[in-house]
């Protein structure tokens, strides 16, 4: 691989990681705060693409070290030593660069979806050690607004007492549970989708029922002092009584 | 051990004049046959003219590639492999950034004062330097191979290459998050830390040999101008340390795929085998420094014990790093250093679990 080949490829991957950092694509695959630092390296990634290609195509330094870099560029090079960066062993290590095509390719033509149904049955319920020993009141409003992490651990760690008789609103995704009932789960991350983990709610009552795994739904209802079991980690997995259910698109932030 | 030039007796000068006793690889010309891998591509068709016929045809078919992922684990493998990647990026680009100033800006006189003389004491000075920078493992590969090209002696490089990632603030408040009930956690990771790479340091000082770290000659950081130079290292670290790191995500988003979570339930019930499993985790998830720690949190059939031993392994061992460094210092340098670090950090933090826990 020589520097021009290299310099594309930097173009590539900064350019990809810039794009996917300035549409909502990242969000898919790490946490929100990330977002400036994605920027930043991409534009390092860029302008280093730029710098060796304005240095590859400029007249060489007075003291040029390899005189088979020469200006001239591509095909035209009579010696063959295209690819040679001049330096004894390092015509062998660069070609492990031609790897970083796959995440460019990952990023631009395939931009896989956020971590499903199959990730969620892969791991147990993140649930399974006390976070907080308080939980303050729900918010204003009817339903009231609440993430699928923090409904599942006032029901789980408070047995339901700040939940009360409230109707609670949360969006997640259809999964299949160990019963082969369909449940509700969201993925969380601490840093990127390799440590996703999932959230589960049991559902009973109005159970959304006839949708493919991976459908997101809204779901509004209250709290249900039936517990399951994770038997991926047998962790106790708490159960929500549907009243209503309907189908939402993919929201923009996927993970709790 | 008369190979051994890092071990300087006191007083003796320090041999540092070529990159601390590393060899650096210094290669005769290439001989006229060096070329033939090559040759059967033709002389006209260079790498450029390859990666455009290749990024064409991948846009040709991009509909059945897309078909091909359909399958929920291929997904799943694909959206892991990509999100490593993702996070990577900033902290590649940090660490490759700070590790081209380090190769070009930074004068060999500077390590010669900053580090104690003596290699023994330079090991805890440089593990202590590993507190103070934020980053996680893919920058610091390239950053320790910079220092042992800048003259720094080798067994502080790779005390801090061991120690920067664990034990920076960063990492230390992620664990005080993700263990609210067991601060007791975040001192014994700190710790074992700590001295597992203290440990690995001075090893190499009694054990190491410098010819198995193989380094190529980088005749572009010496070059007259300051800028080209810098550029030229940024563009190598990246292409180079990046692509191994391809490399090792590949290989943790296939554990993450294939390997079911359910199979650690029936390890967790006996206290050597969970600990045993749980440091094999650690190697094959590869996760970032920053995340383990909720990992390991949401570990919980696991003992503390055993969920400490992977929070020390992790950041030193694993499947990125082994092949980053692989790549940045030679194999037959990784192929000693992984498992032995691996042994070490086990070790130790068995010995803390025991302690502090």
């Known amino acids: ?78 010696d063959g030593h295209d690819g040679h960066d001049g330096h004894g ?9 031609w790897l970083l095509i796959l995440p460019v390719l990952g990023l631009l033509l395939v931009a896989p979806p956020a971590l499903g149904s199959y990730a969620a049955g892969q791991a147990g319920t993140a649930l399974s050690s006390q976070q907080q020993s308080d939980y303050p009141p729900l918010p204003e409003g009817d339903p009231v607004q609440v993430s699928v992490l923090d409904y599942a651990s006032r029901a789980l760690f408070d047995r339901g007492t700040s939940i009360g008789d409230r109707r609670v609103q949360l969006t997640g995704f259809i999964a299949t549970g160990a019963d082969g009932q369909p449940i509700l789960a969201r993925m969380v991350l601490s840093c990127c989708a390799a440590d996703g983990r999932p959230v589960k709610l049991g559902l009973t009552g109005d159970v959304p029922a006839g949708l493919p795994d991976d459908s997101w739904v809204e779901v509004t209802g209250r709290y249900s ?29 996927p993970y709790d | 051990m008369t190979t051994d030039t890092d071990r300087a007796v006191p007083g003796e000068p320090e041999p540092r004049s070529s990159a601390g006793g590393v060899d650096i690889e210094t290669r005769p010309p290439e001989p006229a046959g060096g070329e033939s891998p090559r040759r059967w591509l033709g002389d006209r068709i260079g790498s450029v003219e390859v990666l455009a016929a290749l990024l064409i045809i991948l846009i040709i078919f991009r509909e059945p590639i897309a078909a ?40 060999r006189s500077f390590w010669a004062k900053a580090l104690p003389r003596h290699p023994a ?65 975040v001192l014994a990771r700190g710790v074992a830390s700590l001295i597992v790479a203290m440990i690995m340091g001075w090893l190499w000082l009694r054990l190491g040999r410098t010819e198995w770290i193989r380094m190529p000659r980088r005749p572009e950081l010496d070059d007259a101008s300051r800028g080209r130079a810098f550029w030229a290292a940024v563009r190598h670290d990246v292409t180079h340390a990046g692509g191994f790191l391809v490399l090792g995500a590949m290989a943790a988003a296939s554990i993450n795929v294939l390997v079911p979570e359910r199979w650690l ?17 650690a190697v094959l998830l590869s996760l970032c420094s920053e995340a383990d720690a909720f990992v390991a949190a949401s570990l919980s059939q696991f003992s503390l014990t055993s969920r400490l031993v992977f929070l020390v392994v992790g950041p030193m061992v694993d499947l990125k790093l082994i092949s980053m460094q692989a790549g940045v210092f030679g194999r037959r340098f990784a192929f000693r250093f992984a498992p032995t670090t691996f042994a070490v950090a086990v070790l130790v933090a068995v010995g803390a679990g025991a302690v502090l826990l």
């Open chain 1, 1 to 78: 691989m020589n520097r021009q080949a290299q310099a594309v490829i930097l173009l590539l991957l900064g350019g990809a990681v810039i794009r996917a950092s300035v549409t909502d694509l990242y969000l898919r695959y790490v946490k929100e705060g990330l977002r400036p630092f994605l920027i930043a390296a991409g534009l390092l990634l860029v302008a280093a693409a730029i710098m060796t290609l304005w240095y590859e195509l400029r007249p060489p330094a007075p003291r040029a070290l390899a005189p088979a870099d020469g200006p001239t560029v591509g095909p035209d090079r009579p």
């Open chain 1, 89 to 97: 062993r390092a015509h062998h290590e660069p070609r492990v660069g």
């Open chain 1, 225 to 253: 002092d039936r517990l399951g079991r994770d038997p991926v980690n047998d962790a106790e997995i708490p159960y929500l009584e549907v009243e209503s259910w309907r189908q939402v698109p993919v929201p923009k932030r």
């Open chain 2, 68 to 107: 091909a992922l359909d399958d929920p684990r291929i997904q799943t493998w694909t959206t892991v492999f990509v999100s490593i990647m993702v996070q990577a990026v900033p902290f590649l680009a940090f660490g490759v950034l700070l590790s081209a100033v380090i190769a070009v800006f930074v004068p």
């Open chain 2, 121 to 185: 004491l330079a090991v805890p000075a440089a593990s202590a330097a590993g507190v103070v920078l934020p980053g996680c493992e893919c920058g610091s590969v390239p950053i320790a191979g910079s220092l042992i090209r800048r003259g720094v002696t080798p067994a502080a490089a790779l005390a801090f290459l061991l120690a920067a990632p664990a034990v920076n603030p960063i990492v230390l408040t992620a664990t005080a998050v993700a263990f609210p009930n067991n601060p007791e956690m």
């Open chain 2, 265 to 281: 339930q029936t390890l967790a019930d006996n206290a050597w085998l969970s600990i045993l499993a749980l440091a094999l985790l």
